[in-house]
């Protein structure tokens, strides 16, 4: 464990391992004729006053940055840019999360009653308001209610887009609009304004409309039809949302490139980012496959089309680990680690065209060799070869690993009487690494601090609108 840093906030503290150094809430349900938020893009009680922020936390650095880079929130590379999040649960939000994490200023805009649904999506916490997904999601951000429902409200969002640089929706196509929060409006409100729009299927074609999930995008995009065995059930890909995780870094990639042209330029403009097209980005020569020869890949269970060995093994001790064998070298490598070097033979499977041929052949010779030995034994053996293998990880299993905790990949962050242990800011950056300021915010804790100090509203004008609940 490293030494801990203050986290921002009164009681907050951050840690890195290793290193020393079910329906929708009110503004989320359709109103008759008003176009529903993208459940795709989607998912009580406001603390008054504004919220503190002590010195940042520092994610754990690369062993060459200096002391002096760690110090100052200030000088990290988006510090000075301003990011509204008006998004629900993790497709946007989460570009938003990382931009925060390299110093932007991200304004969490939620309706006054409910918040983002992700609040009460995931494993529950004693904070009435905040899911473990909801803390380690939307870190670094701060809270800020608005009804935009209400013209009052949207009267004052377009004021705060006058004063931002970034702002990320992810509601389904036509949402936005509906509530008088046009293109046209917003960028006269701010001809610099970098848009990101996250959608299930992005801003145009026939789908534009359709509700859309992460599972969804999984499916359209070509992913979950590859998920499974030979002739069964395709299965789910992972219970993680990918394609949320996907889109947002895609989303994040854009606002860098459209921040960049700003830059140059002094304009802005619209990213416009669909998940299943986030998913599909990363088949790798699927079309290319496909255009050329017709060919549609199938279900392959833990093989590869392209090499074998290339799967999991269970051990003896009832584990798992993963072998890859992509050339005739790494094969030749792997047959010495199981002391049958004749298997490397050219008149064997010394060639992949040869181990191709004789998948099933050569896969069974492998199961069961590792079938024998332990799961250590065997990565002994292979590791000793440079034999590319890994173990097949469990959460359990990570916590332990000595090379997450060298790389302080967890984080853990002392808030509430909380210790909550969420992944560390990645990429790492030797002279300006990212930090974790704070896990996700209660509801409404900046929306004094903005109305007073930056749209300059008296105590009694937010207190008129407090009791409108229009923040």
Not at 125 to 141: F, I
Request: aromatic share 6%; proline share 7%.
């Amino acid at each position: 464990m490293s030494q801990s840093a203050e986290a921002g906030g009164s009681g907050r503290k951050r840690r890195s391992r290793g290193h020393d150094g079910d329906g929708l809430p009110p503004h989320l349900a359709a109103a008759e004729g008003e176009p529903e938020p993208d459940p795709a893009a989607a998912g009580a009680g406001e603390a008054a006053g504004p919220s503190g922020a002590a010195e940042p936390g520092i994610n754990a650095p690369p062993p060459e940055a200096s002391p002096e880079t760690l110090r100052a929130g200030e000088r990290l590379p988006l510090a000075g840019i301003r990011v509204i999040d008006v998004g629900t649960f993790l497709a946007g939000p989460y570009a938003a999360s990382i931009l925060a994490e390299f110093g932007a200023e991200v304004l969490k805009v939620e309706h006054p009653i409910a918040g983002d649904p992700m609040r009460r999506f995931g494993t529950p916490t004693k904070r009435h308001d905040a899911t473990l997904a909801w803390l380690s999601e939307a870190r670094n951000k701060k809270s800020v209610t608005i009804d935009l429902r209400q013209q009052r409200g949207v009267e004052l969002f377009i004021r705060l887009v006058g004063k931002s640089d970034v702002l990320i929706e992810n509601f389904r196509p036509g949402t936005m609009e509906s509530w008088g929060l046009t293109w046209d409006v917003l960028s006269e409100a701010n001809p610099g304004l970098v848009m990101l729009r996250v959608s299930g299927y992005g801003q145009t074609g026939p789908y534009r409309r359709r509700p859309g999930f992460s599972h969804i995008a999984h499916a359209i995009g070509g992913l979950s039809y590859l998920a499974g065995f030979p002739g069964e059930t395709p299965v789910v890909p992972g219970t993680a949302p990918l394609g949320d995780y996907i889109s947002s870094l895609y989303g994040a990639i854009g606002v860098m490139l459209a921040l960049r042209h700003k830059e140059k330029t002094g304009k802005g403009q619209v990213i416009d980012v669909g998940i299943y097209e986030s998913v599909f980005r990363l088949m790798d020569e699927l079309a290319a496959a496909y255009g050329l020869f017709g060919t549609v890949r199938e279900r392959e269970g833990a093989g590869s089309f392209v090499a074998v060995p290339h799967g999991h093994f269970r051990t003896q001790d009832d584990k798992w680990i993963a072998i890859a064998c992509t050339t005739d070298k790494m094969f030749e490598r792997l047959s010495e680690a199981m002391e049958r070097p004749e298997l490397a033979s050219h008149t064997l499977y010394g060639e992949q065209r040869k181990r191709l041929a004789a998948r099933n052949e050569v896969n069974k010779i492998v199961i069961e060799w590792v079938g024998s030995l332990s799961r250590d034994e065997v990565l002994r053996r292979c590791l000793d070869k440079e034999v590319p293998i890994g173990k097949l990880n469990s959460i359990a299993d990570i916590f332990e690993d000595e090379h997450f905790k060298a790389r302080g990949n967890i984080a853990e962050v002392e808030e509430d009487g909380m210790r909550v242990s969420i992944p560390s800011v990645i990429p790492m950056l030797s002279a300006t690494p990212g930090r974790i300021t704070n896990l996700g915010p209660p509801l409404g804790n900046a929306t004094y601090e903005v109305m007073r100090e930056l749209l300059n509203l008296s105590a009694q004008e937010i207190a008129a609108l407090r009791q409108h609940k229009i923040v």
